[in-house]
């Protein structure tokens, strides 16, 4: 496979599961907004903008439809759910030949519906901020399509190494964004749980869950008793639960070996030895060890292990240079 | 102007369709219907307005989201627009066919005999056919080709020649486009959408497939793979996601199971060409290229070019790669040149060209000059190096001003222009707003050259759909429409 496609595949996957992520935390935040005090929602909101790694040019000012629009709409801010959607797309559209015909129509159907016709989407966006339409189901039908979309791509596309690769991008975005998830929320609630209003830790530790698709998968293993380690353990190294970051990092670690497997490269020693590190401190840690030591920093260093599977995938498959090709 | 034929005048949908002296592609006159359009005119006026329009839209849609849109120059950065499609097909007979066929067979082969002249013993210069002057001064002439065999002495792998029909409905040759012609994938989709949305009266025309045009595509390429690699690996090389042409490239490439490849993914080491894998590097073999010669090899070529591969035409001359089509072929479509195309023929075939030329006046003939400067309101001037339909004057439809300006223009370079009669080419119905109106439109077959030429029955027809325009060229308000080749 060409470096350039693979390196199309992974990014367009990436941008999508960021486009994913972003959209549900949003959704979320908006629904629980409806059930709190405007002094709880301050915390909410910049506790979301945390999780996102607070995006340039983005700040809390009191009003959650209007940071809900930059967001969403705002192509200016590159990590709005609409400048991913379209980098989503422009990477598709680099490897247009790579994909199949279902998987660019229904990407393509989606960029369509988020940037055409510019009027609907300008309307949609001012009523956005003044609250009159429910932004909710839009984010809705961005998330169903988002679905769609991997759902399309698994099964009419070949499972060979492009399709390894859009897994790659996939997970590896997911456990970062779930580790950035798990910090913001332990920074500010577990770390200050005397700032929960009363009756309402529920509903927090609830957002935390939704936001990763993980309430329902959590009540079916721990019940509704929602205890802040169950919920730690589950979203960090549940083996079965999609997004949880063990889940991600095994199956980041499998694409590699697969596209290892396919390429039959030996130069592939060190990023086997990340992602082995990685898998197997997620494999053997139980709960009290990761929250008896420095969290925060546990999770940070999750992330920075995720940017240096990246560095090392970018000088392995697509960065290379020729001297070391026509070497080995 | 004649309203349409009497017996469908009163049919709304045809109130507005007018007949001239120009050739019509449905109707021999008024109340006369060319008999192999007969059935095409009943099933689209029995066909409900509403109909008709949802199916307008579903094409539309399909189009649409299929992502088959081209790239406006000199607009908005990454501007994408949907080729116009209009629903009536255009048919052409089996007997008009056939002498399309044999013409455009002839006309290849001969070039491709030129070219192989010229850029070796240039015999055809020596016995003062076609003037020196006339070659090396054609700005697609490559001194480096000069002496270099190519496979199978093969240099146009892919043509595509651009034809009209006369007020007589013969057909002949306006211009040849051996560099790097587009738009065989509107043909292919076009086929594909009208199937889709006129099943019925695609069954009862006989009409011949086209689909075959990719395998045949691949089959060429192959053909001309460099000796000693029984099994070449083919790329197609495109400039990128922002040509205009970047559907048709990741169409074609898809279709044959080809890399779409970009100058950025080949490297060259020891004149041997390399794509960039994630498995490290792979040896290339075959390049269709939809790169033009000025951009393909920033060290043979236009330095600033960052589309190409430095070091590609080394490895070119090498004999370790091929590239379809050869490099220089552009001086074969020069504009001026053209005037000498039938000369060619006679000269390798001797033969008549079984399809005509446009008469063409050439400025760098003192007696030409003359009467191109007397006649500037009547004729049609074409600038050499330009396409796409910029750079013209066309006579009738200009002011004084813009007829000084050329008269000035072609006296300080008379090599850079040619100038053609005016001529009315066929029209064809067309679904405009409601109604069918008739409507400028050519005719791009695509001719390939590997072991043997083949030209698939069919081509794009392209539509001028301004009223009166005679600019066919998708930049310029220009749409297409399936075309029908029918069998025996």
Not at chain 1, 19 to 31: G, I, K, S, Y
Not at chain 1, 234 to 263: M, W, Y
Not at chain 2, 2 to 18: C, D, G, I, M, Q
């Amino acid at each position: 496979m060409l470096s350039r496609v693979a390196d199309s595949l992974y990014w367009m996957s990436r941008y999508l599961e960021r486009a994913e992520h972003t959209t549900r935390l949003l959704d979320v935040n908006l629904n629980l907004m409806l059930d709190e005090t405007p002094a709880s929602a301050e915390r909410r909101w910049q506790r979301a903008l945390q999780a996102l790694n607070r995006p340039k040019d983005t700040e809390w000012t009191g009003e959650p439809y209007s940071l809900t629009q930059a967001l969403t709409f705002d192509t200016e801010n590159k990590a709005s759910i609409l400048s991913c959607i379209i980098a989503a797309r422009e990477n598709a559209r680099q490897v247009r030949e790579q994909i199949s015909t279902e998987q660019w129509h229904r990407l393509n159907s989606l960029y369509l519906q988020v940037t055409r016709p510019e009027l609907q989407i300008e309307r949609q966006a001012e009523d956005f901020a003044k609250g009159i339409s429910s932004p909710s189901d839009f984010l809705q039908s961005v998330l169903e399509a988002v679905h769609q979309f991997q759902g399309v791509t698994d099964s009419t596309m070949n499972h060979g190494e492009g399709w390894q690769f859009i897994q790659v991008g996939r997970y590896l975005e997911r456990a970062s964004a779930t580790a950035l998830l798990l910090e913001a929320y332990h920074a500010d609630l577990w770390e200050h749980p005397e700032l929960i209003g009363e009756g309402y830790e529920y509903i927090d530790w609830m957002g935390l869950l939704r936001s990763a698709t993980a309430f329902e998968a959590y009540c079916k293993v721990y019940t509704a008793d929602l205890t802040p380690k169950h919920i730690f353990e589950f979203l960090l190294l549940n083996e079965e639960f999609p997004h949880s970051i063990r889940f991600s990092i095994d199956s980041v670690g499998n694409a590699l070996e697969k596209i290892q497997g396919d390429s039959g490269k030996s130069r592939a020693m060190a990023l086997q030895r990340l992602s082995g590190r990685l898998k197997a401190s997620l494999s053997y840690s139980s709960v009290d060890e990761v929250l008896n030591q420095d969290v925060v920093g546990y999770l940070e260093s999750i992330q920075s292990q995720c940017r240096a599977i990246h560095t090392t995938i970018y000088e392995l498959y697509v960065d290379y240079s020729i001297q070391t090709a026509l070497a080995g | 102007m004649h309203p349409a034929p009497s017996s469908y005048v009163e049919r709304a949908a045809l109130k507005n369709y007018l007949l001239d002296h120009a050739y019509d592609e449905m109707f021999i006159g008024p109340g006369n219907l060319h008999p192999h359009c007969r059935e095409l005119l009943e099933h689209f006026i029995s066909l409900p307005l509403d109909e008709l329009k949802r199916r307008k839209q579903a094409a539309d849609l399909s189009f649409l989201n299929q992502g088959i849109t081209f790239a406006v120059y000199g607009r908005e950065e990454g501007t994408e627009k949907i080729f116009p499609y209009d629903l009536v097909p255009r048919i052409i007979t089996a007997d008009e066919w056939e002498t399309v066929e044999l013409g455009l067979t002839q006309r290849i082969t001969a070039l491709n005999l030129f070219l192989k002249d010229i850029y070796n013993e240039g015999r055809i210069l020596a016995d003062g056919i076609v003037p020196r002057e006339m070659v090396y001064t054609c700005k697609h002439y490559r001194r480096q080709m000069a002496g270099l065999q190519v496979p199978r002495n093969v240099y146009v792998a892919v043509c595509g020649t651009d034809l009209i029909r006369l007020q007589s409905g013969e057909f002949v040759v306006l211009e040849d486009n051996l560099r790097v012609p587009s738009g065989v994938s509107y043909m292919l989709t076009n086929r594909r959408v009208m199937k889709r949305i006129f099943p019925e009266l695609f069954r009862n025309y006989n009409v011949r497939p086209i689909e075959q045009y990719t395998q045949i595509l691949l089959g060429s390429l192959r053909s001309l793979a460099p000796e000693g690699r029984p099994e070449p690996n083919i790329v197609l090389l495109s400039p990128g996601v922002f040509n205009s042409a970047y559907f048709e490239h990741a169409y074609l490439a898809r279709q044959m199971g080809i890399e779409l490849v970009e100058g950025r993914d080949l490297v060259t080491h020891d004149n041997i060409v390399y794509m960039r894998t994630t498995n490290g590097l792979r040896r290339v073999d075959v390049i269709y290229r939809r790169v033009d010669d000025d951009f393909i090899d920033p060290l043979a070529f236009r330095g600033d070019s960052v589309l190409g591969v430095a070091g590609l035409f080394n490895a070119y001359r090498a004999g370790n790669v091929t590239l379809a089509n050869a490099f220089g072929t552009g001086v074969a479509d020069d504009k001026a040149l053209y005037a000498y195309v039938p000369d060619i023929i006679k000269y390798y075939l001797s033969e008549d060209p079984v399809l005509n030329n446009v008469e063409t006046y050439l400025p760098t003939r003192p007696k030409e000059l003359q009467y191109v400067l007397q006649n500037l309101d009547k004729l049609v001037v074409k600038a050499v190096g330009e396409s796409g339909g910029y750079g013209m004057l066309i006579g009738p439809q200009s002011t004084k001003a813009q007829q000084e300006e050329f008269a000035q223009k072609i006296q300080a370079d008379p090599r850079n222009y040619i100038a053609q009669p005016t001529i009315s080419f066929s029209r064809a119905p067309c679904l405009i707003g409601d109604e069918l109106e008739p409507r400028h439109v050519d005719l791009r077959p695509y001719i390939l050259f590997g072991d043997k030429v083949t030209i698939v029955p069919g081509g794009l027809t392209r539509v001028a759909l301004n009223r009166g325009s005679l600019v066919v060229n998708s930049s310029q308000g220009g749409g297409s429409k399936d075309t029908w080749v029918l069998s025996r």
